[in-house]
């Protein structure tokens, strides 16, 4: 999935899906929206979400793994099953959209992220992209390096 869309959370928590996301989720039901690792929202499908919760919760002895067990509680636990209504709309509940700091009427941020889509608040991701904006360049010289080094 991909692409940087705008829309406004609705005075009822629900969010209008661009048309062009809603084709790459496919199925509009077997959704699972989510806390991120960065105070924003991850939507997966189904075979998504459930292949992070086998990378997360099925490895050799993950139950005794410090890091899987905090992923585990932070961001698979916390996962709401959700579906889009017919015009396209995703209901996000409360205590999601808290985490989030996505209030009624506030502008957010829906991006395709391969995966997953991430629901961010507009003003987060803005002072995102200028906090990290010179970084970027550096950030790929360092992903090639490792790349390189493989």
């Known amino acids: 999935m991909t692409g940087e869309y705008r829309n406004t959370i609705d005075e009822k928590g629900r ?3 661009p048309p062009k996301i809603r084709e790459q989720l496919g199925s509009y039901t077997d959704l699972y929206l989510t806390k991120s ?3 924003s929202l ?3 499908t189904k075979e998504d979400f459930n292949a992070l919760n086998r990378e997360v919760n099925y490895g050799p002895l993950a139950v005794f793994n410090k890091k899987a067990r905090l992923i585990d509680m932070m961001v698979i636990s916390p996962a709401r099953e959700v579906e889009l209504d017919k015009t396209g709309r995703l209901s996000i509940p409360q205590i999601l959209r808290e985490f989030a700091g996505l209030e009624p009427k506030s502008e957010c941020v829906i991006l395709g992220s391969m995966s997953k889509v991430e629901i961010i608040s507009a003003r987060k991701y803005d002072e995102m992209m ?3 904006k010179d970084m970027l360049s ?3 010289d360092e992903l090639s390096i490792q790349r390189m080094g493989q």
Do not use: E, N
Request: net charge negative; proline share 0%; aromatic share 20%.
């Open 42 to 44: 991850w939507l997966y």
């Open 138 to 140: 550096d950030l790929g």
């Open 15 to 17: 969010l209008m899906i």
């Open 130 to 132: 200028i906090q990290y």
């Open 37 to 39: 690792t960065d105070g």
